[in-house]
């Protein structure tokens, strides 16, 4: 119990801090979203760092990845025939599921140029909820506002609501104000107030249904060993 009270308490008070839109355009406080914040490399980057909208971020590490000119999941082209041909190579490399919804999860980061400090949220297993109350209280180096990225990415930019009432995200509280976290289409804004604290008990059964829905996208091809083993040399 003591527990909750204190989520409730840093959540009231990372919504206040933070003052910025959470997850695909939703704000917080009742302050509206901010102007966007100034790059913090206009002193220049290291060698082979460029500059990207939430700081210096790698070049190599971009141009390094296998699907970046697919477009996965970019916001600028939300082109599903992409994310279709990005989902495919991914596959080719014959990792097992949750290796495969990890991969397009980083590469979908690194193509929207997040910098190092955010690229280690970039995981399933990482993305959680004391991940985003550090990122709102300032107790991680990952910007605040790169959060929008990183929910859009871990969400694959899909409206994920229906899955998410499956998944009892409704039974809080909040009834159905907490779908509006299971919809990371761009472009989707609300105002966020505390009246939503407890859609955070349900963040687990929320980021099932976007990891649910990379996997179903991705299952790997189901092989007989014993006839595998047959073309064996």
Known sequence: MANGVLNAFLLSVSIHIGKACFSSGICSGGYGCPQPVVPACSGGCVPGYGCGQYGCYSR?????????????????????????????KVAAKE???????????????????????????????????NTLQAIYLHFDRCPL??????????????????????????????????LIFCDQRPGNVTQLDLSYLPCYDRFENIKLCFMEHISSRNKPDIVDVRLARTFET
């Open 95 to 129: 990792l097992n599921t949750e290796q495969m919804a990890d991969e397009l999860f980083y590469e979908c980061c690194v193509n929207q140029q997040l910098p190092d400090s955010c690229l280690d949220k970039c995981s399933y297993s990482t993305y959680t909820r």
């Open 145 to 178: 506002s790169a959060l929008t990225d990183i929910s859009y990415c871990a969400a694959a930019g899909t409206d994920h609501t229906e899955c998410c009432v499956r998944n009892d995200v409704t039974t809080t509280l909040a009834g159905r104000k907490c």
């Open 60 to 88: 190599a590490r971009a141009r390094s990845s296998k699907i970046l000119d697919d477009g996965v999941f970019d916001k600028s082209r939300n082109n599903a025939a992409a994310v279709a041909a990005a989902t495919d």
